[in-house]
């Protein structure tokens, strides 16, 4: 199973700054035949089921703001909000789905300094 | 909109079966794979199978393997996930999630989660 580590396990930004979250996976989830990687990232607020937010490790869903980016590549991969806003505060997760079983980070809980 | 609504909360006894549904509306049902994923309190997040809903053909994580049923119901709209011997740590909430066909899939669409307990 490829695991995936998430760094840090919580961070406090003031409001209007950057926040960074990285996240690891134990071997490369980019699949040379389309030059994709297989990362997606979710938020998850409290008492809400997860959210997916960015795929293809750079892909913003749709109605999701720009001020989240995704980027990174093989097995190091790092989410930004570049300007955090007071509903941002939540759970973060990266997924690969490189392979099954579908695996996730441990999570990196956003909260507001 | 696409929605995925899932039935309520369950207690069961160790040792039980749990089948959790989860209707889709907004989409047709047989485009899609619904997968189920859990999530127990402070863990992360656990995947444990997928459902192509046209065909239904099914994959399992091996760690439920043997345990875990996953079926659904065209005319109903309805994806299903029962789990068998049901033990302590399969205390948690349990999500069904949209997904395009394949094993190698991200999440976009969630339903809103059903808490199951264990307990004797």
């Known amino acids: 199973d490829i695991v995936m580590t998430q760094s840090p396990d919580s961070l406090a930004v003031s409001l209007g700054e950057r926040a960074t979250i990285n996240c690891k996976s134990s071997?490369?989830?980019?699949?040379?035949?389309?030059?994709?990687?297989?990362l997606a990232w979710y938020q998850q607020k409290p008492g809400q089921p997860p959210k997916l937010l960015v795929y293809?490790?750079?892909t913003r869903e749709s109605g999701v703001p720009d001020r989240f980016s995704g980027s990174g590549s093989g097995t190091d991969f790092t989410l930004t909000i570049s300007s955090l806003q007071a509903e941002d505060v939540a759970v973060y997760y990266c997924?690969?789905?490189?392979?099954?079983?579908?695996?996730f980070g441990g999570g990196t809980k956003v909260e507001i300094k | 909109q696409v929605q995925l609504v899932q039935s309520g909360a369950e207690v069961k006894k160790p040792g039980a079966s749990v089948k959790v549904s989860c209707k889709a509306s907004?989409?047709?049902?047989?485009?899609?794979?619904i997968h189920w994923v859990r999530q127990a309190p402070g863990q992360r997040l656990e995947w444990m199978g997928w459902?192509?809903?046209?065909?239904?053909?099914?994959k399992y994580s091996q760690k439920f393997q043997g345990r875990l049923t996953i079926t659904r119901d065209t005319f109903a709209s309805t994806a299903y996930m029962e789990l068998s011997s049901l033990r302590s740590e399969d205390t948690t909430i349990y999500y069904c999630?949209?997904?395009?066909?394949?094993?190698?899939?991200?999440?976009?669409?969630w339903g809103q989660g059903t808490l199951v307990t264990v307990s004797s």
């Open positions: 999630a949209r997904a395009e066909n394949g094993d190698y899939v991200y999440l976009q669409h």
């Open positions: 907004g989409y047709t049902l047989t485009h899609y794979s």
């Open positions: 459902i192509n809903a046209g065909n239904g053909n099914t």
């Open positions: 071997q490369s989830v980019l699949y040379n035949s389309d030059n994709k990687n297989y």
């Open positions: 293809w490790a750079s």
């Open positions: 997924q690969q789905y490189y392979s099954t079983p579908l695996t």
